[in-house]
């Protein structure tokens, strides 16, 4: 099966389990897999005429409004509101569903809109499910202002990163490329990323690697970061447990469309997935 219908299965089962057409706000990522989820939600022939759309970014705007979709910008929703749920993509998920988020450049945006929702929910196909973040996807993508940017390179290879880059646009001779917040983006590699049962995992900068909430606090660390492009610690429902009025950066589900069309659903707090076929369009 080809990549675009197992991102499709994808998109079309995480809609179904997590939609709600009595929902205000809900969150619209970046990305290819989620031109499929708006597809999805404009296929349930639901009226949506209520609903607003938070994007991410640029291209996620144009995707709402291409489907006939209302948006609405992050920084006009009323104070205190959370959206009732956020769908984006990823470029590497890992077991305990943290994720590596930017290949986009769209992070910063995206981490907003995932902090700003009561559950995000993650849909990818089976290229981005892993047990280790960093196991397939090469680098940690920062957000940064770019003055700083030199500054933030020497602080990443005293962290461990071998050659941290600033990224071009898709014309180099253009110089870097910009956010829609004016910033760059550093793309820092690291060795595959440790969970809290890993040996070693608890100590920072380990040669066997860094622990993944560890390494992300000790980037957002550095002055001139803006955001990181490592999710991870609270999900929605785990910030709303605790009382806080926000949600969270990691998923609470992620959905993998497979090779041989069935989608594996990744949930919080499962060590375990469970696979379901879905029918291919």
Known sequence: ?????????????????????????????????????????????VDTANIRF???????????????????AFDSLPPNT????AFD???EIDEHLNCIKGGGACLYQEKLVA???RKFVCVADHRKLQHRLLSHWPSVPIEVEPLAASVVLTALRALGSKDPQVRTGPMSKAG??????????????????LLPQDEGATEAGHSKGWEVEALAKEIKLIEG??????????????????????????????YFGMEDGGVVVRSAGSKTVSTEEVPVK
């Open 1 to 45: 099966m080809d990549i675009e219908t197992a991102k499709r299965n994808a998109a079309q089962r995480a809609v179904h389990d997590h939609f709600d057409a009595s929902a205000r706000y809900i969150g619209i990522g970046s990305g290819t897999t989620i031109v499929y989820v708006v597809e999805a939600i404009t296929q349930l022939g």
């Open 54 to 72: 938070v994007p991410t970014g640029y291209q996620s705007r144009q995707n709402i409004l291409h489907h006939g979709l209302t948006p609405i």
């Open 82 to 85: 959370l959206m009732e749920v």
């Open 89 to 91: 993509g990823a470029d």
């Open 115 to 117: 902090t700003h929702a």
């Open 176 to 193: 870097p490329l910009k956010t829609d917040q004016a910033n760059f983006i550093i793309d820092a590699p690291f060795q595959t990323l």
């Open 225 to 254: 970061v803006l955001s990181v492009g490592i999710f991870c610690g609270e999900n929605g429902q785990e910030a709303a447990k605790a009382g806080k009025n926000m949600g969270g950066q990691k998923p609470v589900a992620a």
